[in-house]
């Protein structure tokens, strides 16, 4: 299974479109076929820049509903469905196999994706769907073991340690606590300490450095 993080965006799509002309991040929270529902920052801090927003969704030929169901002063929660001539970015990456995992960024005309393939050839897929149908395809991160959380690659003990120098300011500079002080709350030797450190770094570095090279997608 690859995860990989993908930047897209394409002429005359309107919520590439909008969120170049307007000052905004939509965050998509839930896709049912053309309906969406999510919410949309004004990033200006300005509920005119909402308003504007919601006016042109529903003067676009791409738009057959647009409902606010909340308020704020810098912030609509929306539903909006669409009406489109060619599949969706969303719809392309199901089509070829592959899926995204929500919720969906919109900012400054790109719409940026996490997206589980469930093999190399299927993201091989994905990526031709894309950059056929859409103008800017642009990998942001691909990585062969798409986990969530540091508990999912490092030990119990690891994670006990890291998150304790980090709770107590070892990652500050300056530095505000020794691993002498981290080893006697845990009740280890400073070796110990350090050694729990430094293979918890390490295995964060090989996760998130050089596995995300990935040996320019030739999926080794």
Request: proline content about 3%; charged content about 25%.
């Amino acid at each position: 299974m690859l995860r990989s993080k993908i930047a897209i965006s394409t002429k005359h799509y309107y919520s590439c479109e909008l969120s170049k002309k307007l000052p905004i991040r939509t965050t998509v929270l839930a896709v049912n076929g053309p309906e969406g529902l999510g919410f949309t920052e004004a990033l200006d801090k300005k509920q005119e820049t909402l308003d504007e927003y919601v006016k042109l969704l529903k003067n676009s030929d791409q738009i057959i509903d647009v409902t606010v169901t909340h308020k704020t002063a810098t912030m609509y929660w929306n539903k909006v469905k669409h009406k489109l001539d060619y599949p969706s970015i969303h719809d392309s990456i199901l089509e070829s196999g592959s899926m995204t995992i929500l919720p969906i960024i919109i900012e400054n005309g790109i719409q940026y994706h996490n997206i589980l393939s469930p093999s190399a050839e299927s993201f091989r897929t994905l990526l031709l769907y894309l950059q056929e149908r859409f103008t800017d395809v642009n990998i942001r991160a691909l990585s062969s073991k798409p986990i969530e959380t540091l508990q999912d690659f490092l030990t119990d003990k690891q994670y006990e340690t890291l998150m304790l120098a980090h709770r107590k300011g070892y990652y500050e500079i300056p530095r505000k606590c020794s691993l002498e002080e981290i080893g006697e709350e845990l009740g280890v030797k400073r070796v110990a300490c350090q050694e729990r450190i430094r293979r918890a770094e390490q295995r964060i570095i090989d996760y998130y450095v050089k596995d995300s090279l990935f040996s320019d997608y030739g999926f080794q």
